[in-house]
């Protein structure tokens, strides 16, 4: 995804930010680095490519930033546009609080459990997360957000379609899945207006 000058220089400082940390509080593991743009930062940006319209956005379980730091990085070139940043370790959230600030991020971090995090953040357009749960529990966590008619931009990996299954047996949704840029393996799921079985 092409970017301005000063929003790869600042990915770029996400990218030392990501090494760094890793050593101490692991972030990943470490046979993803060697190719951190295209599986961690290329892999994010991707988002945006399905981001129709609306510019705000929560990141659910947020880690080690993905996708969230590196699209509130792209975000800061858009008047308006912001993510929210939910994760509940200490650790991690001291991460993030430094890479939002060194990165000028158009970020906030909110240090608590994804299940009260409706109370701060109560209205957005897109719920992301990452490698954080199978997709039936990821609706259930995202369910505040996606009954208030935001959209979920998921990645899943080679297991998605017995996810899918699944959480078809529990919910009926709006569905379309997109193949990955990155990874022929994996794909981007968009998914509105969940509803219980």
Known sequence: MAVSRETEAYLTQYETLFRTWNARINLAS????SDFRARHIEDSLQLLHLAKAGRQWIDLGSGGGLPGIPLGIALAEQDGAHIHLVESNRKKTAF??????????????HPVRIEVASEQVTKVDYVTARALAPLTDLLSLAEPW????????FHKGRSHEGEIADAKSRYSFEMTVHQSLIDQ???????????RL
Do not use: D, F, Y
């Open 30 to 33: 470490s046979a993803t680095l």
């Open 96 to 109: 993030l609080l430094s890479c939002v600030a060194q990165c000028r991020a158009a970020a906030s971090v």
């Open 146 to 153: 996606l009954s208030n008619g935001a959209v979920g931009l």
């Open 185 to 195: 393996e994996s794909v981007i799921l968009r998914i509105q207006n969940p509803v």
